[in-house]
């Protein structure tokens, strides 16, 4: 693996003279292909910038592997590959090949990860860099545009069989990660294909950062329902301009409606991303944490019990409290539910929140991104229980770093 920075500019010969016509015409034939048409359009864009051929990798649905959208080919493995570098680092890769380079490129939308492109090239200037990387932006907005639509790519990143509440419960998340130049949010939720009653909603509106757990009684297919009429809720409500304590009370009314003696434990925050100002509303739920310096501040964002969500008409109040608190730059909030730390190893022992929140900081210290601490933090809490979840264990993540604008 060769280390990369942008090589210097070099005006372009010949063999990658720019072709606007063509790549005009590819751009508007990239508007009607088909999701199972992009490893040939990829092929095509990278020939018309002078580059070779394009190969696009996506990650699976946990994190594991990187598969090829062109079905002869087969996976690689995110944590023992050049291309699983790429994906992890998020910065471009070169290796040496037959007849050549093969340059990884990430493919990011926005903050989110999607996986990997394969570009190969006879040589590398700062040209064929600089158009890599335009090759790699270009065919992450398509992805992303096109699987809205496509069993065919969902199904392409799955590698077993999802049951019915996990189908439902991912067609309402949002992407794993977010993020604007001021905070960033991330999120994972195991086991990844039989999840039930756990969720996370994450949106940016303006300067502010709505985020979201839930956790919602049992785990089959009623539990699912319970939290997607939450999320729907919660969503309709915000969407309108409700506050913070309206989005709770909207969420109770509509489980008390449609799914009554059914409710759902959960966190609701809005996070000011100009000013670092934290408001947050606890049902029934694992208090936030607040990590500063490297270190968990110990009941910093803990806050008077409030019954769980969907028992308006029965315990919860008139309205619901709103805590607030002032972040400073760098703090994370971590939010989770308690598959987390009840995972237990083969003698009975828990993961604990220790183990866990030690593991979010260690990882953080050693420079991984917050997307990266969670992916490594599902696998450890995984291994640790023999990759057999007694409970959904769900994380969301997220950082105010206005020093990034």
């Known amino acids: 693996m060769i280390a990369v920075s942008d ?6 010969g010949p063999d990658i003279a720019f ?7 590819l751009m508007f034939e990239a508007q009607t292909a088909l999701p199972v048409e992009l490893p040939a359009l990829a092929d095509r864009f990278a020939s018309s910038l002078g580059l070779d051929t394009a190969l ?96 065919w790519l969902a199904a392409r990143t799955r590698t077993a069989y999802m049951q019915l ?23 994972v939720l195991e086991p990844a294909y039989d999840i039930a009653g756990d969720a996370f909603d994450h949106s ?17 297919l009623t539990a699912g329902l319970t939290t997607s009429v939450a999320m729907a809720a919660a969503r309709n409500a915000r969407r ?32 000011d991303a100009e000013t670092g100002r934290l408001r947050w509303v606890n049902c029934g739920h ?11 501040l110990a009941h910093a964002l803990d806050s008077p019990p409030q019954p769980p969500i969907g028992l308006a008409g029965h315990l919860a109040p008139t309205a619901r409290e709103v805590h607030e608190a002032a972040l400073k730059p760098g703090d994370r909030v971590l939010l989770y539910t308690d598959g987390v730390v009840e995972a237990r190893d083969a003698d009975g022992a828990e993961f604990g ?31 640790y229980q023999r990759n057999q979840l007694r409970d959904d264990a769900t994380i969301l993540l997220f950082e105010w770093r206005p020093q990034h604008q």
């Not at 090589?7 to 372009?12: I, L, M, N, V, W």
């Not at 694992?286 to 968990?296: D, N, S």
């Open 56 to 151: 696009i990798y996506l990650v699976d649905l946990q994190q594991q592997l990187l598969i090829p959208l062109d079905e002869a080919l087969k996976p690689l493995p995110v944590d023992r590959s050049s291309a699983g570098w790429a994906y992890r680092s998020v910065s471009p890769q070169v290796v040496e090949a037959d007849e050549g380079l093969i340059l990884w490129m990430p493919l990011v939308d926005g903050a989110e990860r999607l996986g990997v492109l394969a570009i190969r090239t006879a040589s590398l200037d700062g040209v064929r860099m600089r158009r890599g990387r335009i090759l790699a932006h270009l065919f992450a907005m398509l992805i992303t545009s096109k699987r809205a639509y496509s069993d």
């Open 165 to 187: 509440p996990a189908e439902m419960l991912r067609a309402f998340l949002p992407p794993r990660t977010i993020g604007t130049t001021r905070c960033v949010s991330t999120a």
């Open 204 to 220: 940016v509106v303006k300067n502010i950062l709505h985020t979201m757990i839930l956790d919602a009684m049992g785990h089959d």
């Open 353 to 383: 929140l220790e183990r866990f929140t030690d593991f979010i900081i260690r990882s953080s210290a050693a420079g991984q991104r917050p997307a990266e601490v969670l992916r490594l933090l599902t696998h450890a809490i995984l291994e």
């Open 240 to 271: 309108s301009g409700a506050g913070l304590a309206d989005v709770v009370n909207s969420v109770d009314q509509a489980l008390t409606q449609w799914l009554p003696d059914h409710f759902s434990t959960g966190v609701l925050c809005r996070l």
């Open 19 to 25: 072709d606007e016509h063509q790549l005009d015409k």
């Open 286 to 296: 694992p208090p936030p944490l607040l990590i500063r310096a490297e270190r968990v």
């Open 7 to 12: 090589p210097p500019d070099a005006s372009p």
